[in-house]
């Protein structure tokens, strides 16, 4: 009896040795996706997750690369052809933490696709097959949360850290701006952020000014912020539809700007008026139209050019359309109300001016030649109307010019003393503006921008790589 007593003791511990001993390793990018029976003794140590408590959640901290955060997680010691391999079923993106359900019947891997690189800590509960990934590299004092409306006005503390799931945002590379994007509620909104979940002592970014910032976003907002112990908002009330916003807040400057996402981003835009014989903006007269679009061009996708023969005998009258649906959709001009508004041209043949998501046209009694030049820019939304190729191609003054020297201080040569700057991103998000004729950008990571400087005259647009 002691005999069986004794192998029963030993039985007992084998399984439990047997339990506690399985393993997960993570194969992917970082790995080679060398599966865990290929991988040497040292790779097998450096990706496996293992339950030093024998409460089956398995862990491991490890540092992965920007642009490896690819893998699958695997049981045992196994191959590719194992039945016990584990993929993501979501999608997620990584700020602070991410909680994810895994499954072996998934075929969509483990990513993250803002991940810059950096320790993260990966606990995988076997009994419920849910992954949490906790970023390591961040504290949670570096990142801003959304408070206001769309949050439902939670105070940001760290019990109420659940409700700010979705609206937080974080410095990814360390330079001191923060990049995100939100929704807005149709029934207007309130907000500023919060840094830091900190209750009575948070610091809030606000506005820079003592009463509430109110504006909307059919277009951009660009302005200066303060931090402040109690919340003060940007707001708007009135908003007629719900949209979604993005926003740069550098830290450094103390700017942010916002700017929705109702721009238009199609291909084309349509010229409608008698050029085209008001053919109406429908698919009907595609065929019709195709001679009378503008085609969006290469350096930047909000900025649209075309090139027409017209007849300048008549009355030229004209507003642009960005899609084939009808008189009710899409509509640009030069004012909101329906009616023709007559303009003229300057000494060199050309008109500049805003645009405006509307119906009114422009109208001319007597353009001066044949050729109509058109240069749309829905991200400024500003036009250029020009009567000959040489007048297109010229800039609003022959001298303006700018220059980028090896400190990453951009130089504007213009004529008049009086000018002003805005600088955007590819994407069109505003980085920077001013009034001097020397930016400092140094803040700016290397990348393709554009610049607009205007005075009350005239507007030049160019481009520049910062290296």
Known sequence: MR?????GV???LLIGFSVSADEYYIVGDMTGYNAPKDMSE???EKYALTDEDGDSVYSLTIDIPQNKFNFVLFKGLTDWNSQDIYRAEETFELIDKAEIQLTKNMSQNISCSNWIGGEVQLDFDAK?????IYNKSIESEDILYLVGAPTGYVEPTIKNEDSFENAKFIDADGDGIFKGSFSIPIDGFEFCFAKGLNGDSTDYIVPDNAEVVKFDFDGKYFGTTDIANTPRYWINNELEIACRVTFIYDSTANTISFSSDTLNKSKYLYLIGTPSGWSAPTLDFEETLKKWRLVNSEENEYLYKGDFEIDNS????????GELTGWDGGSYGCEVIDAPYEYEVDE????????VKGKGKWAFSQWPSSKLYVEVDLLNMLVKFSSSTASVNKPCED??????????????????DKIEYEIYDIRGQLMISGKEKVANIRHLLPSIYFIKVFDEKNYYISKFIVR
């Open 10 to 12: 030993v039985m007992s």
């Open 314 to 321: 008549q009355q030229l009258i004209f507003m642009f359309y």
């Open 42 to 44: 040292i790779e097998r």
């Open 3 to 7: 005999k069986i007593y004794f192998l």
């Open 399 to 416: 001298e303006t010019k700018i220059f980028l020297d090896s400190t990453k201080k951009l130089y504007i040569q213009a004529p008049r």
């Open 128 to 132: 419920t097959e849910r992954l949490k």
């Open 348 to 355: 060199n043949g050309i008109y500049r001016g805003t645009i």
